[in-house]
């Protein structure tokens, strides 16, 4: 993963949990008005007797919170741990509150759930079923240690034990389904907004494909004229007497024309990839074939030993895919520049689907690159236009229905890399005559 992108989801995750420690403050403060003026209501107008000390002090305790909060949101970035201190204070005032004024007796003991399921929905698993369990002590605590509550003439009442038990079991139930389904629903949203922005990765990384191939194309049909141009050329010279009796310069002049001639190769496979090329059929060939010529020409073209290994017990007939090809070859480019002294290509069955490996003893991969794999430009090389090896990779086994991975072998970054490309053997495979 790149570091902008780990700093703008830190940025993001700091910005919602500020959010909601605003939006606990305006409920906080809510609940502070709601509070006094229940506990001035019940005092001065009903006439029930309240101790009023106590009691206005948990609702000094929450406006403090608030203030205090007022002055840190803006500051300091807002961890778990901090909601889940000031949902605390919250339970702490209101179990407060119920103590002083009829325990669970009191109609208002229901407004634990409110805590499980602001729980539920800022906070992590454990710390909502915390709170559940928290929640459920205090009811169990209150039935048993609240002092009785004085009420006037006629408005006394009496619950008796199992109507207390049968309380805390319903509220223990309340409290715990509650938790359970809004923790799941939360998770539900989450997951549908992670796979709604993993589309809207894929779908930008498919246009960035769309804009490379439109530049590889219009790249490819200006250069094959120039090439065309410096190859007859190279041709005229080769006749001229000064270069014709010089054994040096004939050597320098074919190395020319052999690098010329790749070029222009390399121009025809863009060309082909991208549908430009008419009048050539796909080529057939058999699938170790195919892998094996891949390997012969790269060791050809780099003068560099790279071994290719298989535990096929079959060699179906494939046509030969020219971008999976390339796809081969540009790994065994990308272990070459990691250091690798010892490469291979590795071909073995899982099932139905063809598993390629290739292998180095180099440098490795770097953190960044695995966490980043498949994203454009995410590589070591400070030469422009590194990093898309991989990233067309990923984007050519996707497009055959296959995946991508890169780990460090033994010994982590620095013992050297391994790419593994899984892909359906169907996506390239010729039907058998009469199938």
């Keep these: 993963m790149a ?5 703008a989801g830190t940025g993001l995750r700091e910005d919602a949990g500020r959010r909601n420690v605003r939006l606990l403050s305006i409920l906080r403060w809510l609940a502070v008005g709601g509070q006094l003026a229940t506990i001035l209501l019940v005092h001065f107008i009903v006439g029930v007797h309240l101790p009023l000390v106590p009691m206005l002090g948990a609702v000094a305790v929450l406006v403090a919170l608030n203030l205090a909060i007022g002055q840190i949101v803006g500051r300091r970035p807002i961890t778990y741990g901090a909601l889940f201190a000031t949902l605390l204070v919250d339970v702490a005032c209101l179990t407060t509150q119920l103590y002083l004024s009829g325990g669970v007796g009191n109609p208002f003991v229901t407004l634990f759930l409110l805590q499980v399921v602001i729980a539920a929905l800022l906070l992590r698993d454990h710390a909502s079923w915390a709170m559940v ?7 169990a605590w209150l039935a048993h240690a609240a002092p009785p509550f004085a009420l006037p003439r006629g408005w006394a009442s009496t619950l008796s034990t199992p109507y207390i038990l049968g309380s805390w079991f319903n509220f223990t139930l309340t409290a715990t389904l509650l938790a359970l389904f809004v923790t799941r629903i939360v998770r ?11 589309l809207r990765q894929r779908a930008a990384e498919e246009e960035h494909i769309v804009r490379m191939g439109l530049l590889a194309s219009g790249a490819a ?3 094959g004229t120039p090439l065309s141009s410096i190859a007859v050329m190279l041709g005229d010279w080769r006749r001229e007497p000064a270069i014709a009796t010089s054994p040096a310069l004939l050597a320098d002049l074919d190395d020319m024309r052999t690098e010329v001639t790749r070029c222009k190769d390399i121009l025809s496979q863009v060309l082909l990839a991208s549908g430009e090329v008419r009048g050539m059929g796909p080529v057939r060939t058999t699938l170790k074939t195919f ?10 073209k780099t003068q560099v030993a790279a071994a290719y290994e298989h535990l096929m017990t079959s060699d179906p007939r494939i ?22 002294r010892t490469i291979a290509l590795c071909a073995w069955w899982d099932g139905d689907r063809l598993v390629l490996s290739v292998r180095d003893d180099g440098r490795g991969f770097a953190p960044a690159i695995l966490d980043g794999l498949g994203k454009p430009y995410m590589s070591t090389k400070t030469r422009r236009g590194a990093g898309l090896g991989l990233f067309l990779a990923v984007n050519v086994l996707r497009t ?4 991508v991975s890169a780990r460090n072998r033994e010994g982590g970054e620095g ?8 892909l359906p053997i169907a996506a390239i495979s010729i039907p058998e005559e009469g199938a």
């Design 3 to 7: 570091a902008s992108d780990i700093i």
């Design 133 to 139: 369990a928290l929640s459920s002590a205090l009811f």
């Design 188 to 198: 539900n949203v989450s997951e549908h907004d992670a796979r709604l922005a993993a």
């Design 221 to 223: 049909h200006e250069l």
């Design 291 to 300: 892998l094996s010529g891949i390997v012969g020409d790269w060791r050809g």
């Design 319 to 340: 046509v030969a895919d020219k971008a999976l090809a390339q796809t081969i070859t540009n790994l065994l480019d990308n272990a070459l520049e990691a250091g690798g």
């Design 400 to 403: 055959l229905g296959g995946t």
């Design 415 to 422: 013992g050297g890399g391994e790419v593994t490309l899984t």
